[in-house]
């Protein structure tokens, strides 16, 4: 008998997401002691202090399942944000918000518009329902919305628009989101995917909750795992209008978000400070990574986020050197950039090392 035959046949050849390697199986694997992490476009400053804070005050309310309606939360968010609460639904990370998204709303052979390469976990979603993706090409290395736009067809249910966009750190202007919003049938939902919104300096970033409060069916995601410095913790946000807010409700978890992370995130929101000084050392890792690597003739793709894509030759080849020195980076092989691995800016040290390390790799490739 074999049993993987027993699998969903979309199921079956889907290949699971791969993550960047956590330090511990680094320094465990390859008998290193100093590793650095700069894979995941974690908050290398860690985690919002404030937060922490709460989380001590509260670890002996454990015993107790967590508040499945994130009434505090939520109710937090809606002033932060100024929405109502009824528009705001939490999730196991973002991630779990685009899950609920596609297994809400796409039924299986509809069609979710998706640029080719972006963040890979809107197509598993969509493969895991037995949906189609309609991918569409960047345009150097930014989404090409007239393209996306004209993607959609009668199939279509869903686009989704990582801005910036992972891995290449570009984004898509007020303006271009605009003329894109005109062109799309008020029945597609579009799903902007803002992970890296508090990274943002451009004051022409699309005011995308605007088109909620404008009655679009529109899906606005957030999450507390990178400025926040929470990842460990999962926990992210999406607003929307009450009637795809209720829908998501129906299929997702009724504990979906443990109470850890809702404590944790409540104080967060207050972390103004922490915010501040994250985004501060962003700029800053950024600005030296660009010179260090002009320095050197490296190419990269300027980024509005907290992560450099930079053309190395062979990125599979140079992301293992680099490991081998205790870097950990990412190959871009799964989002068909071959040639790039993209870093996560760090702490000023970190980046010394890594520009140190890419060096004596690039040399000896
Ligand atoms: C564009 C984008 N969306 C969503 C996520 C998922 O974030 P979360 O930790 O909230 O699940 C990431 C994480 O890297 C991302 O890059």
New binding site residues.
């Given amino acids: 008998m074999d049993i993987k035959k027993l699998i969903r046949s979309n199921i079956r050849d889907l290949r699971p997401y791969e993550p960047g390697k956590p330090i511990e199986e680094v320094q465990r694997e390859l008998g290193l002691e100093k590793v650095i992490k700069m894979a995941?476009?974690e908050n290398p400053l860690g985690p919002s202090p404030l937060a922490v804070k709460a989380i001590g005050e509260n670890l002996n309310r454990m015993n107790f399942y967590p508040d499945g309606g994130g009434y505090y939360l939520k109710r937090k968010l809606s002033s932060f944000l100024d929405v109502d609460e009824n528009r705001i639904i939490l999730?196991n990370?973002?991630?779990?918000i685009?899950r609920m998204v596609v297994e809400t709303f796409l039924n299986a052979g509809e069609e979710a518009v998706i640029a080719e390469q972006?963040?890979v976990?809107y197509q598993m979603a969509v493969r895991i329902v037995n949906g189609e993706s309609r991918l569409v090409k960047l345009k150097d290395y930014r989404y090409d919305l007239a393209s996306m736009a004209e993607a959609v067809g009668r199939k279509t249910k869903l686009v989704f628009i990582?801005n910036p966009?992972?891995p290449t750190g570009t984004m898509v202007s007020a303006a271009e989101v605009e003329s894109f919003m005109k062109k799309i049938p008020e029945d597609v939902i579009v799903v902007f995917?803002e992970?890296?919104f508090e990274y943002i300096e451009r004051g022409d970033f699309p005011k995308t909750i605007d088109y909620i409060r404008d009655g679009r069916a529109v899906v606005c995601?957030r999450?507390?795992?990178?400025i926040y410095g929470l990842?460990g913790l999962?926990?992210?946000y999406g607003i929307s209008q009450p009637e795809i807010i209720s829908g998501m409700n129906r299929v997702r978890q009724p504990f979906n978000v443990n109470s850890v992370a809702q404590t944790a995130a409540i104080a967060a929101l207050d972390d103004g400070e922490h915010v501040g000084k994250s985004r501060e050392l962003n700029c800053r890792g950024r600005d030296f990574l660009y010179r260090e690597l002009e320095k050197r003739d490296i190419r990269y793709i300027p980024s509005e986020a907290n992560f450099i894509l930079v053309e190395v030759g062979d990125g599979t080849g140079i992301a293992r050197a680099l490991l081998k020195e205790g870097v950990i980076v990412r190959d871009m092989f799964c989002y068909d950039l071959p040639g790039f691995i993209r870093v996560t800016v760090g702490l000023e040290s970190g980046n010394k090392n890594f520009i140190e390390k890419l060096q004596d790799v690039l040399r000896s490739s």
């Fill in positions: 995941s476009n999730g990370g973002s991630d779990e685009i972006s963040f976990i990582a966009n992972n995917d992970a890296y995601l999450t507390f795992s990178k990842a999962r926990i992210g």
